[in-house]
């Protein structure tokens, strides 16, 4: 349920992908690339630990199904939103604020800090790998909830892209389809995802992998998430105080009146 040398060979496994990743930063001159990689460190740790595991079962190829379908999806939809774009905003701002050097700064300031975050948040995996022991409910219980989470997800992130790619949207609000319960549904989607894994993991008795939810929740409602986009979004898009005002920002409700 966890050993320490294979855990550890999930981390060298991300390093050398960061490590790719950043090489191709040089020609490109940008770093947003990263964000594609994301999801696909843990399909890449996911393999290893499945690799170095002494016996699979079936709690371990439900886990290898369910992160490859979510990292696949999401890498290639955020390579296709981003296709053709300059470096994100985000980035220019690090990049800015860690110039001169910053060709070099971010090997370890932008892909060695995701592939070590990416290491710890991927105990669940680990430990669901790992188990032999038979399914059980919490292992439906994550599975629903990593299919909400992941419909969550998707769907936000389609009808964003579809909302954006109508001329008369620039400058607008997206406050339709599932935008119109949460401000963010595919970031509550990916928390979702990852309360679903930890639960399959617990089933296994796996209680300690919980640093791994509590973790992506903090990044993505204080750190890379909700706190950094709205930092200036109203700035840019003066309808966005009413959308504040009148939805929840991370979990699903009814709009708010008046």
């Known amino acids: ?23 191709l930063s040089l020609p490109r001159h940008s770093v947003s690339h990263v964000d594609s990689f994301w999801s696909l460190f843990f399909l890449l740790m996911a393999s290893v630990y499945a690799v170095m595991a002494p016996a699979l079962a079936e709690r ?48 370890y ?39 909400l989470g992941f419909g969550f997800q998707a769907v936000g992130d389609w009808q964003l892209a579809a909302f954006k790619a109508r001329p008369e949207s620039e400058g607008q609000v997206m406050d339709q389809g599932l935008w119109r319960y949460t401000r963010h549904p595919n970031y509550f989607g990916e928390a979702c995802i990852w309360w679903g894994l930890y639960l399959i993991a617990l089933s296994a008795g796996a209680w300690w992998a919980l640093v791994s939810p509590v973790v992506i929740t903090f990044l993505l409602l204080r750190v ?18 009413d959308y504040v005002r009148r939805t929840n920002a991370f979990f699903p409700g009814p709009p708010r009146k008046g």
């Open 109 to 147: 300031l932008v892909f060695g800090v995701q592939a070590l975050f990416a290491w710890v948040i991927s105990l669940p995996l680990l430990a669901a790998i790992l188990s032999t022991e038979p399914l059980g409910a919490l292992d439906l219980a994550g599975s629903v909830l990593w299919l």
């Open 224 to 241: 890379s998430g909700v706190t950094l986009l709205e930092k200036d979004i109203a700035e840019r898009r003066p309808g966005y105080r």
């Open 60 to 107: 371990a190829y439900l886990t290898l199904a369910l992160v490859a379908v979510w990292a696949i999806r999401l890498s290639v939809h955020i390579t296709w939103r981003n296709w053709g774009e300059g470096e994100d905003r985000r980035y220019r701002q690090i990049r800015n604020e860690n110039e001169p050097g910053f060709v070099w700064k971010s090997l």
């Open 1 to 23: 349920m966890f050993d320490l040398g294979i855990y550890f060979s999930g981390l060298v496994a991300a390093f050398a992908m960061g490590f790719g990743a950043w090489l």
